[in-house]
């Protein structure tokens, strides 16, 4: 068994199984149960063609990709490197891009955007245990974002954030009473 295998295999375990033992039946048998795990299951496969030599294996990584986009409306670059333990919590509108090295247990939330702004040799490199909110972009030619890191909901993120760090924008709602007479 190569690198590639056993880390697909860390990953399932971690994503799918949680903390029991690793067996494919019970791979399988969550894949059939909870509807949600399917998705880490069928990106993992994705990632693993794709780390593969060969234009088949290419093909059906990106082939699966593209699936993976039109029934969960989450685009994930090949490219990506993320580690074990990787979480959706809703999958609407998540966008990470190929230039990109994550971290374990990194948890997204819906309309989550992960990019860079245009350097071929960029990469955004996020820790372990790090959270990001509802609705927040990160964008930026080479970022770090430390460990243990929790970023709120509807937060832009465009420089280094140090590591055990809480990172939100402040927003103040204005009210105008309207005068009906």
Request: glycine share 8%; net charge positive.
């Amino acid at each position: 068994m190569n690198d590639n295998y056993l880390h697909f295999k860390r990953c399932i375990s971690a994503e799918i199984l949680n903390k029991r033992k690793f067996s494919w039946r019970r791979v399988l048998h969550r894949y059939w149960s909870l509807p949600n795990k399917r998705f880490y299951l069928w990106w993992r496969l994705a990632e693993l063609f794709f780390s593969r030599d060969g234009t088949t294996s290419k093909w059906a990584a990106r082939y699966l990709n593209r699936k993976i986009m039109k029934n969960f409306n989450t685009e994930i670059g090949l490219g990506a490197k993320i580690a074990p333990g990787f979480k959706v919590v809703h999958f609407q509108g998540v966008v990470i891009t190929d230039c990109c090295n994550i971290g374990e247990n990194f948890t997204i939330r819906q309309n989550t955007t992960i990019g860079i702004q245009g350097k071929t040799s960029a990469m955004i490199i996020i820790g372990n245990n790090v959270t990001v909110g509802a609705n927040s972009c990160i964008l930026a030619d080479n970022i770090n974002i430390g460990d243990n890191v929790v970023i709120g909901a509807m937060t832009f993120i465009g420089k280094d954030i140090p590591p055990n760090t809480t990172v939100y924008t402040e927003k103040t709602n204005k009210l105008i009473v309207n005068d009906i007479s």
